[in-house]
């Protein structure tokens, strides 16, 4: 298995990465957002209705 950040072979000690400096480059992608997952943007409220629902009733 290769180290998912560099390529170069994983060291069972830090398994998936290969040194503790791509695990830290990994954990730091995770923490400033890097691996956000996209998502479309919806104007649903806590409630389940959408914006223009309120907007109508106004």
Same mark, same amino acid.
């Given at each position: 298995?290769?180290? =998912?950040?560099?390529?170069? $072979? +994983? /060291? =069972?000690?830090?398994? =998936?990465?290969?040194?503790?400096?791509? !695990? $830290? &480059? /990994? @954990? +730091?992608?995770? @923490?400033?957002?890097?691996? !956000?997952? =996209?998502? !479309? &943007?919806? /104007? %649903? $409220?806590? #409630?389940?209705?959408?914006?223009? #629902?309120? %907007? !109508?009733?106004?």
């Amino acid at each position: 298995m290769s180290c =998912p950040i560099c390529a170069r $072979d +994983a /060291d =069972p000690k830090y398994t =998936p990465f290969c040194s503790r400096r791509c !695990a $830290d &480059v /990994d @954990l +730091a992608k995770w @923490l400033n957002g890097s691996y !956000a997952i =996209p998502a !479309a &943007v919806t /104007d %649903v $409220d806590e #409630d389940g209705e959408t914006g223009q #629902d309120e %907007v !109508a009733r106004q």
